[in-house]
């Protein structure tokens, strides 16, 4: 099984659910972190982010991160080894009240 270290995704989120991430095909995953930046200068941002099981859909039980964001500020996530693993099909979905605004990068091990 190969261990890969990588930048899972980069993404600008928006007003609506996005995918930010899929697990590839006979893969596992683990995530061991994400960073969300709020770069708008005057608002604060609410920030939803969902670990979601394949065959599952957004929801209350996949929500990980729900809070505001101040103007400028950056939320550093750390999930620690082995605390986040998903399998094959999972996605994490990201949105924001501020569109255009905050970043998501997240970071991680595939295992193939």
Not at 53 to 79: C, M
């Amino acid at each position: 099984m190969a261990n890969t270290l990588k930048q899972l995704g980069q993404v600008t989120l928006t007003a609506s659910l996005a995918t930010a991430y899929t697990v590839p095909g006979s893969t596992t995953t683990m995530v061991t972190g994400f960073a969300i930046c709020n770069t708008s200068t005057t608002t604060g941002a609410t920030v939803e982010i969902h670990l979601i099981p394949l065959g599952e859909s957004s929801g209350v039980k996949t929500t990980v991160i729900k809070r505001v964001i101040a103007p400028l500020e950056t939320l550093d996530v750390s999930l620690g080894a082995g605390k986040c693993i998903l399998e094959a099909g999972a996605v994490i979905q990201g949105k924001s009240s501020v569109a255009s605004a905050v970043s998501l990068n997240i970071w991680g091990v595939e295992m193939a």
